[in-house]
T-cell receptor
């Protein structure tokens, strides 16, 4: 069975500092991996996805993530945090990438940006 | 505008009452999903549907019923609401091998 572990339920960084949100996955097959962002009182929006093409994936709003098979990780980074990045971030895994596979989500990481 | 509409956005109900959460999509995506979001649990899949009249259980289906008579609608019914079903409920769709698209959620409180 697939699973996702997000390390740190809350991460606090200063504006302009590096953002690093950690995600480790477990999957019996080569996975599809996703990062979603959730702003208050809204649904989840896709930030980026890994589908076995390039291991370094670039997403929206300056975020990127690197797939490391040896470490079973898919950490999310952004070089310089902005106040508007404050939100909840979810890592998710899929073993089929589509169809009835509804994704398995991590428990989320709340990103706090300090001025 | 095309997208997913969930209604109501907020609902307060009493223990034992039946309540239905609505989900409507304008894309005609084949797959639709219901998730619940709880602090400390992330999102957990309740039910999903591959097409009209085809539904299946997810991770936490107990206490919920779904139907899908039309492609665009996927209502979720709590037949006899319990306090443990207080949560934020998200509907999502997918046309095929693409990421999920989410609605804005329904915040349900069971008193």
């Amino acid at each position: 069975a697939q699973s996702v572990t997000q390390l740190g339920s809350h991460v606090s960084v200063s504006e302009g500092a590096l953002v690093l949100l950690r995600c480790n996955y477990s999957s019996s097959v080569p996975p599809y991996l996703f990062w979603y962002v959730q702003y208050p009182n809204q649904g989840l929006q896709l930030l980026l996805k890994y589908t076995s093409a390039a291991t370094l994936v670039k997403g929206i709003n300056g975020f990127e993530a690197e797939f490391k098979k040896s470490e079973t990780s898919f950490h999310l980074t952004k070089p310089s945090a902005h106040m508007s990045d404050a939100a909840e971030y979810f890592c998710a895994v899929s073993e089929s990438g589509g169809g009835a596979d509804g994704l398995t989500f991590g428990k989320g990481t709340h990103l706090i940006i300090q001025p | 505008d095309a997208g997913i509409t969930q209604s109501p956005r907020y609902k307060i109900t009493e223990t034992g009452r039946q309540v239905t959460l609505m989900c409507h999509q304008t894309w005609s995506h084949s797959y639709m999903f219901w998730y619940r979001q709880d602090l400390g649990h992330g999102l957990r899949l309740i039910y999903y549907s591959a097409a009209a009249d085809i539904t299946d259980k997810g991770e936490v289906p107990d206490g919920y019923v779904v139907s899908r008579s039309k492609t665009e609608n996927f209502p979720l019914t709590l037949e006899s609401a319990t306090r443990s079903q207080t949560s934020v409920y998200f509907c999502a769709t997918r046309p095929g091998a693409t990421p999920l698209h989410f609605g804005n959620g329904t915040r349900l409180t069971v008193t």
